[in-house]
């Protein structure tokens, strides 16, 4: 977690202001909106996020410091057993108070005084790598609720009768890419892990070596058209497809298609987006599917997932984003920094669900502390997904993210990749 | 539900004015609300009770009227299977639209219409009873959600870790009142259920007789200092006074105390009301107690609840209001209409909890078509209760009412009378 | 609660001995069964009746008596708080031990203990009357658990998938019984209640004058042949005919007809039954329906459901039990003992649901202790149910009897009959 | 999965005569339990193993086979989807038929044919090596069985309110171990998974490299006194040790200590064991520990577990059973057959939890058709545990077998064992 970005303070005051700005398009009715246990409205992302800064950089490291309502740890604290009893997760659509306009007070308050702390930090202040190490992770954690923000609402506004968008369309025009191809990767010692260079978080950590044997990636993610297939063959009604839990899920959940398509009762499918209900696109990667979904449709396909090793392995030289830039360490660049073949889109397309759970690394190490619960804890039942997703902002996507959900959630921007064993 | 208001359109539009008034002091964070799945959002409430005239007068009888939105049948139907799906009820809290400047715009254009269609009314219109009683019936049901829009408004609030205030508190005398004292009625056979003149609910009919043996009735309600007492005595904690479902009831819920009682920290009770959290007033009486507790309560004092055939009849010639004033038939007095012992508060304090179950009428029939639904569906395994409360509007309150929740229900302003028999 | 048959022990011993004759058919397997919550295994009956004789009569009043098992208390205990912990209901049916032999050996030896102390009682003895008042209620109390013993054990086998039959099938003669006609009944001031003159529950009791309209009621019960012209009508699907609660019911669980019934494959229906399964038999009453479904047919009819004053009104003097013999007070005469008009079956064929809510009678007073759980606690949410149905002991069957169940059970023998206003 | 055991008749014999009598103790009332959704009921044991031959074995390969009963496949599938519908996991405990002298009559009829295929098998026909790897199958899945057996019995019978020994106790000398020492094992690049040379399921293959760190593996188990000393700090009431979906688990059912264990009154706590109730044994590996309770006790000791390729890796060599002999490929013998370092008891003692995800190795691939669904499909939301425990069957246990279980449960034979990285 050590090198910081070289302008801190102009980094957390853009990141500040971007959580305000994904508001446009939503009503002041949307804000307080939880419409199944797993999402948080609006309005809780925006004090969680402000909270955070205050408990854990203002009240231990600005003097005189004083939470600004003493009662916004419970409403906020999000699941930080070390900082004391919350609201309970699954009621957050409960709360009207503080309202908008407090919760909106308290960011510009908040965002002052980290600004200002940060301004008058002294080098020789023992407590100053400390403070902006905490900055740093405050705008990272900031910068995972801006899509958890975007993500939720999604799931909000879906659950409307009324089906509402809430952003102007972009124009879309129809893109027809090249048929999937599989590309083979050497096996062999792997370094996995971030190297350093940047922000990460602990769980990415240590970097470690890791044996591979060689195999093929596909070049791009699966398909909504591809999935359409699945469909079409009966994929939702043919067991041996399964898991045993995902089999389960599908029965109990009558769950019939990817999260938001609905059919157009003429035999095609229509998918809910940001721009409201639209027909599904089918050269686009298919989204909002669970990680049982993306095991049954791998089975199906005769292929597999990758593990979250060959993931990252693979990305490394060909981490090229959806927009046909290519990452090389953080930064972005034009064209490929070393000729790997070409695999598409694996960095902020879609977030890949792979065959690995998520677990600790060798060697692995919680920071000590409240914050030692940010990572951690949750390594249990849950499954790594790499890449990034459109949502996702920009500068927080890099090869050696290990995102993770459990495996029937569908909510994130969740799509897969296929892998392939050689021989 | 024969006999008209004298001057139906004046009473719509007040009545219509008063739901928008109780409003007052709610942020528009608070209209969308629903902590528990048995309250509703205010907001809702505002669009369900305009849907009521839109589909059960306008659309019906007002030439050429089409719906505001066609979407918002589902959005606003509360339980009439005859009118198509609908938000299943416990989800109303996920609704933020139609947002409230569109909900509101669409009661003052249903306002007008109704008002339009009542003043074009010819008598000699084969519709223009139909009309008139139905725009009648839709004043006493939006009157019903006034209530209930004050009620559920009290539990979103309260779910509020913040627990706000949202009226601003009367001055409060502490008040004294006479001791209870047990008034004899004598029994017979009576007469049970509306007599005409003036509106009711088909539930309320057919008058008929019953036959009632003497008994005796409290002069007044329970008290929060004899509910005290009880709590003193391990009320709560002793299967003996209770139902065996009110015995469950407790214990899975490890209910201690009243609904908006907590703990002072020094041996005494708080209580959270529209003002904010106060102490328990000791002469006030008890509201927000279950008919479990009730019942436990009665029989912890060697007594029981009345029935409502005992209840109704001892209100006649005794129904003195809160205030002093008396009801004869339907309208208000300063003096008592006949001599009758004084049994003080029947009406408009708190809800009465009785000992019968909400049953029909001999004979009763309910309406024809959706309208049919509105109580008669109801008629299992809820309790009746009697009198009106605080919040009940006070041209809404009247003898004959039937009320009617489960009795594990204790959200509605709920409160008891004690009865014993005589010999 | 104070006549005793004519010679106590005899009755005593007649009934423990029927308890076990009860188990003929049954399997050593089938004794620990508790397929669903409310039903309890055989062994369980066995063990619960016999503890009921040793906590309520030999413990108290027989010198030196010690529990045969100290810790049957907690297995055998069936609700009676005053007694103290027990074996959760709902986890009957996870208990081998105390086994069969132990539990009949122990039934024996407490058999045999009652006995001696009634035969050793002194009428100067100021326990006397209290001691057989208690073995006289242990005995109703088992009668009770002969009935419970045969629904659960139907229960139970039903849902094994091998379907099996208990019972050797009686030789069935089709039946063809006269028309169901409208018996017009006189109302006025009637008596209900126990007049005394046998046994009674406390429920049964104060007996009360109850003033009646007239009204007819049909001469026999509604029949599996009408019941299907239900279903074919689309009954289960419509839901003008249920009750809001009922509704809620049907859809929960996918009820598409009466419990045990199946479908035959060629439009008609099959019906498990202690020999097996076999084809419906059109004339026979229908069994096996909840008190919702009860509720639905009737408004389906255009009829209703008797309250249960009326049906005991009905019954006086028109008790012809289903094999042709007739009930005055509590002998059976093989002819009526007055002339009534004909209503069938109104003793011992179907548990027949009324539209009274399980409520005490005015002037209800429950029995002291634990005793006392009997009957009262259970007074809310049931509906009372009257006559006896085809497995209730002959000697238990009586014009005022009390059943009870909550309206969605039907594991009970339970039908019904129609009832109509006049005028 | 190819190589046999060299006497195949023999060791069929001798696995199914095990079976049976594993019965020794349990009475007939005992053979249908089932308290809790994960176990079955001893009976359903005895048939499902035989439903397992009948289906895999007879019918598609002995000439002119036919079920013993074509519904006992609707009542004795597991899980195999494959082979149709069958009775809810969850309601094993309803069945009471088909009885115990059914269930065993199939039992014997089923070995009589299988051991008469297998006589007959000649080695020309094409299908002689299926038929004899499917009952090498058969042989191993009723060794599994013959644990769950043991497992399931000691949980239903712990849920008598009676708490019945049902073996007879073994004199038990108090023992007292060496301390706990940590060993050293070397990393590098190792093998992993079977390497052919006896039985193993899919699960154990392909073997393939893993690169691996050196490591500390703690010489024995945790014992029951060092847990105690967990107990004593407190460690159930500290969310600081424990994942965040295992403090839920543990808040959720008031988890105070291992399964089965209870206080003794004097600060001192007893267990329930087959023999009956006892001390616990300070000096005893702990039993009966959830994954998370493990997790959290290597939380609170500064360690963790270690995942199923260090522990695989240290057995090598290290084999030793907990009666002091070594196994050396599958055989066992009284000395190491390698001068490795002293680690006690890693086979055959408790089921020791994982850090491991229960995956699929790198080129796994499931049997084709119904058999196919034996491991695979429940790769996700399972850890592996390694070694074998006190009741499995001696000949079932080796070095790369891979049990699995959900982290919350804790009904099998299980504990741990520490590991620590190096530097």
Not at 27 to 53: A, I, K, Y
Request: with cysteine; aromatic share 12%.
């Amino acid at each position: 977690m050590t090198p910081l970005p070289p302008d801190l303070t102009a980094r957390f005051l853009t990141v500040r202001a971007r959580t305000e700005a994904l508001l446009e398009g939503l009503l002041l009715e949307d804000m307080g909106l939880q419409s199944e246990p797993d999402v948080s409205p609006p309005r809780w992302h925006l004090g969680h996020t402000t909270w955070f800064f205050e408990t854990f950089v203002l009240l231990p490291y600005l003097r005189g410091a004083v939470p600004f309502d003493a009662r916004f740890g419970f409403v906020f604290n999000s699941y930080y057993e070390a900082e004391g009893p919350r609201q309970p997760r699954a009621r957050r659509g409960d709360l009207s108070r503080p309202d908008q306009a407090t919760v909106l007070a308290w960011r510009a308050a908040t965002t002052e005084a980290v600004v200002g702390l940060l301004r008058g930090l002294d080098d020789d202040d023992p407590d100053a790598a400390t403070v902006r190490a905490r900055v740093a992770l405050g705008i990272e954690h900031e910068c995972q609720h801006q899509e958890l923000l975007v993500m939720d609402t999604k799931a909000n506004l879906a659950a409307q009768p009324l089906q509402p968008a809430w952003r102007t369309a972009a124009p879309r025009s129809p893109t027809r890419g090249p048929e999937t191809a599989w590309v083979e990767v050497d096996g062999g010692i792997v370094a996995i892990g971030h190297a350093g260079g940047g922000f990460c978080f602990d769980n990415e950590l240590p970097r470690h070596d890791v044996l591979l044997a060689p195999f093929a990636l596909a070049s791009r993610c699966v398909t909504a058209g591809e999935w359409a297939a699945f469909l079409d063959d009966g994929g939702y009604r043919d067991p041996r497809w399964w898991l045993s839990d995902g089999w389960a899920w599908v029965q109990a959940g009558d769950v019939q298609a990817p999260r938001y398509w609905s059919r157009d009762g003429e035999g095609g499918w229509l998918v809910y987006t940001p721009h409201g209900v639209e027909p599904v696109a089918p050269d686009d990667p298919v989204v909002h599917v669970s990680g049982y979904e993306a095991e049954a449709f791998a089975a199906w396909s005769g292929a597999r997932l990758p593990t979250e090793h060959e993931w990252e392995h693979a990305a490394a030289g060909r981490d090229r984003s959806g927009d046909g830039t290519w990452l090389d360490g953080d930064r972005w660049h034009p064209a490929p920094p070393t000729a790997g073949p070409g695999v598409r889109g694996m960095l902020g397309t879609v977030w890949e669900w792979t065959r690995s759970a998520y677990l600790p690394y060798p060697g692995y190490r919680p920071a000590p502390g409240a914050l030692g619960e940010y990572n951690g804890k949750f390594m249990s039942g849950q499954w790594v997904l790499r890449g990034g997703c459109c949502v996702s902002p920009r500068d927080h996507v890099r090869r050696t993210y290990r995102n993770f959900f459990h495996p029937h959630q569908r909510w994130p921007f969740c799509g897969l990749r296929l892998a392939r064993d050689l021989t």
